[in-house]
């Protein structure tokens, strides 16, 4: 169940900014991209996908239990802004997470339409070209995502189903190798979290969010609950990582602490965050390689439960948040 409300004098933020399952985004639909400040620069449009890609040069097959994959892509500057674009920033993500940057595909040389190159674009400028992959053969395609400064992934096209399930539900987390670790379940999202020690209410502008998450291993086989590795996800792409919220002292369920679960263990504990009062959220990853990102609750699908107004009264900020 998804709790919600109205905070106002809410603060302090942590935030990393990473992007992936968002809107679902069609081929040939042009995408906002938006800097860190919120600026929109331009729009980024995936206007064909070919994969597998099979006119590739024949005496340069893909290597053995690989597939060649190409994607035809347009970048448009706004009228009144530079657009830095980066071919390698356009990455593909699978449905185990998993990441791919671009890789060289060899093309008949008489293709017209050329490779995709870094470069700046003017304001109301536009450009063209494609950028390749070689990926798994047996991997499924779920998005295509923009990294931007490479700490971002914002999607840009959504091939394939992306794979979350709705808050409650358990959502089983693999190893890289296909096997089951167990599962993730976030039990309940509180947004916002008002039952902060008053004493230390979040920054200026912020609000906090608390997921009651429980961590599950498999029967056969054991599992690292690592709280830290759980990301809040807006409506922008952006990740947020989990920071300290200070709560009341006898709360039933205590914060959830890194640990090594043996098969069948299950441990439940609350994830704190803290974030932007105008951010609305979209779903939940967890991100068990510096690579991959599984997504793990899709919270934009979860109805709202009513909650009443709280006003913090302290007038207490506090300056600074933890996290990396």
Known sequence: MMKRSRLTALSGALALAIVTTGPATAQDEPVPFLDAAGTQLGTITVREVADPYTEFEPTRPPAAGQRYVLLTLTFEAQEDQAFPIDPRQVQ?????????????????????????????LAPFDRGSGVV?????AHVEIIQIVYRGDGSRIMPIANPGVTGAVAVGEPKIVAAPDGTSLGSITIREVTDPFTGFDPARPPAAGQRFVLLTTAFEAAEDQAMRADPGLVYLKDSNGTLYR???????????????????????????????????????????????????????????????????????????????????
């Open 92 to 120: 593909l993500l699978d449905s185990a997470g998993f990441l791919y940057a671009p890789a060289a595909v060899p093309r008949p040389a008489d293709d017209v339409v050329p490779n995709l190159q870094s470069l700046t």
């Open 132 to 136: 390749g992959y070689s990926i798994p």
């Open 242 to 324: 989990p920071t300290q919220v200070y709560r009341p002292e006898g709360e039933l369920l205590q914060n959830l602490e890194i640990q090594p679960l043996s098969p069948t263990d299950r441990i439940s504990g609350v994830i704190g965050y803290q974030l932007p009062v105008d951010t609305a959220l979209d779903s939940i990853l967890y991100g068990p390689e510096g690579n991959r990102f599984v997504p793990v609750a899709d919270i934009s699908a979860t109805p709202a439960a009513p909650a009443a107004d709280s006003t913090d009264e302290s007038g207490e900020t506090e300056a600074g948040s933890e996290g990396e």
